[in-house]
């Protein structure tokens, strides 16, 4: 089974009102290179699943919401607390229990989150695909030194 895993799309990184000057992602290219992405994954009868980051936020009073253009297609949505999505031990548990074998990550950011989500899966032994189209990324000077970095740990960099 495949799985998209869609990383931290939300209001606070992403959304009209996000901080532009801290997050500087092309919200209005690549979300709707994701939601392209997601109804693929949709109509091809594999998981969507969408993490959110509490990382940043230390009160629980506060959730993260996904922003508003995103498409919803699944309640499949797991928190992190730690840059890797696969610290979340249900989210992992999610997936094994899906026969989840190959990933796909899209969201932000390239460098960081999604980096790191995507060599910790390769550790936990599943396929993983980083879609470039879809991702974004705050510091796109370091962004070739991150997915030389990837390749190297057997990650695909689809183009």
Known sequence: MKALLVID??????????????????????????NQRILEFDNAGNLVVYVINRFFYQTNKYIPRL??????????IFEKNRASCFS?????QFLSDN???????????????????????RKSGLSVIVNHQCIGVANIGKLRKTLSRLEKAGVTIRE
């Open 9 to 34: 799309m939300q209001e606070d990184y992403v959304g009209e009102n996000r901080n532009r000057k801290r997050f500087t992602y092309q919200s209005d290219i690549l979300i709707p290179r994701i």
């Open 67 to 76: 922003v508003t253009e995103l498409n919803i297609d699944s309640n499949e």
């Open 88 to 92: 979340n031990h249900k989210l992992r």
């Open 99 to 121: 026969n989840v074998t190959e990933i796909e990550m899209v969201g932000v950011d390239g460098n960081y989150c999604i980096a790191a989500s995507a060599l910790a899966a």
